[in-house]
């Protein structure tokens, strides 16, 4: 199972929107409604945004967003805010033997 | 609150062997799906093995079939990952990771154990 492939990096000012592409294949995201995406910061543990592609579990702003076409899910953040410079990685359910593949992760920056 | 802890990690020499060590507090252990996914320094998230609540269905990624071994403890609460035959490109941050809610999303994570092969 080969990673999912992301963009290296992204980057926008304060208060502009980035999308973040994630590109699968039928048997990992478009196979599945289970894209998840995930934040972490330098020395931190990732943190979960976003599940069931565009779930927002308690707690995330509502500037974090998530969508899927095909084979390919995306994670929005509108109105970027300084503390949203970090890693984000997708994730998504790959099926029964290998149930998780993970994206190469994207740097975010706030410039 | 939900707490995992990791512990075990250290240098080992490429051939040798560790033992890694998840102790969950705070949540019914014993009912949740357990997780390894490590983190190359300086790189990616990548998914190594699951084990079911009641560790019967268990799966690894195909680069440590063969070497590694998961298992669990529901009494003590804790998740084990048996890791022989080391290799350099072994060397990552080990996470334990569940998911609490009934999609397969990790919304927990330990602060991760280093493990360090090199000669």
Not at chain 1, 46 to 69: A, N
Not at chain 2, 17 to 34: I, N, P
Request: aromatic share 12%.
């Amino acid at each position: 199972q080969s990673a999912l492939t992301q963009p290296r990096s992204v980057s926008g000012s304060p208060g502009q929107s980035v999308t973040i592409s994630c590109i699968g294949t039928s048997s990992d995201v478009g196979g599945y409604d289970y894209v998840s995406w995930y934040q972490q910061h330098p020395g931190k543990a990732p943190k979960l945004m976003i599940y069931d592609v565009s779930k927002r579990p308690s707690g995330v702003p509502g500037r974090f967003s998530g969508s899927k076409s095909g084979n390919t899910a995306s994670l929005t953040i509108s109105g970027l805010q300084t503390e949203d410079e970090a890693d984000y990685y997708c994730c998504s359910y790959a099926g029964r033997y290998t149930p998780y593949v993970f994206g190469t992760g994207t740097k975010v920056t706030v410039l | 609150e939900v707490q995992l802890v990791e512990s075990g990690g250290g240098l080992v020499q490429p051939g040798g062997s560790l033992r890694l060590s998840c102790a969950a507090s705070g949540f019914r252990f014993s009912s949740y799906e357990m997780n390894w996914v490590r983190q190359t320094p300086g790189k990616g998230l990548e998914w190594v093995s699951s084990i079911s609540s009641s560790g019967t269905k268990i799966y690894y990624t195909d680069s440590v079939k063969g070497r590694f071994t998961i298992s669990r403890d529901n009494a003590k609460e804790s998740m084990y990952l048996q890791m022989n035959s080391l290799r350099a490109e072994d060397t990552a941050l080990y996470y334990c990771a569940t998911y609490t809610a009934s999609s397969p999303a990790f919304d927990y994570w330990g602060q991760g154990t280093l493990v360090t092969v090199s000669p």
